[in-house]
């Protein structure tokens, strides 16, 4: 009888191993997999689905979606309820701006130029972020971006940023005033 409980435990160890060496196997090429890119990290997944939450087909100013004023069109719903909340004022664009068009197009040129081959620059993209003050002035940049090298801003910095460099971005804009009152 002890013997028969004997390989009973010893049965139930084997699944158990077996178990568990598939799990980690799963593991192991989950994370190769999400190494090479052939698989989305979970932070990537949040990162889409802001961005495609954001990319809608409504831009409504007073959503809390940080990755909204990526978005070239979101200038557009900033003036409109800047408008709405003070009727009476007259929107200031070159305020709003508090930049030159130069300035913007040479923020687009480094933050173009911070994807390098061997080598990232993503400190010059930290800096750029630090200098704006507002959504709208993110927005800006997103419009001058696309208008320049064709491409979305925030698609082009996921290439080269990893999540982290992506969260720090993020929370150098988060708390940004939408527009400058």
């Given amino acids: 009888m ?55 087909s409504t831009i409504e100013a007073q959503s809390t979606n940080p990755y909204l004023s990526f978005s070239p069109q979101y200038i557009f719903a900033l003036k409109e309820a800047w408008q709405k909340k003070y009727p009476k004022k007259v929107w200031e664009g070159n305020k709003q701006l508090k930049f030159d068009p130069a300035a913007y197009k040479k923020f687009a040129d480094t933050l173009y130029n911070a994807k390098g081959i061997f080598k990232d620059d993503e400190n010059s993209v930290l800096d750029i972020f630090r200098n704006l003050q507002t959504q ?46």
């Fill in 2 to 56: 002890a013997d028969d409980k004997s390989k009973q435990v010893f049965g139930y160890i084997k699944i158990a191993a077996l178990v568990g060496g598939a799990f980690l196997a799963y593991k192991a090429i989950k994370n190769l997999a999400e190494t090479f890119g052939l698989v989305k990290s979970e932070a990537e997944e949040k990162i889409d689905k802001g961005t495609e939450q954001a990319g809608g």
């Fill in 136 to 181: 709208f002035q993110v927005s800006q940049l997103a419009v001058f971006f696309s208008f320049f090298y064709k491409k979305d801003m925030l698609s082009y910095m996921k290439t080269f940023m990893d999540d982290n460099n992506l969260k720090e971005v993020l929370e150098i804009i988060k708390n940004y005033p939408q527009y400058y009152k």
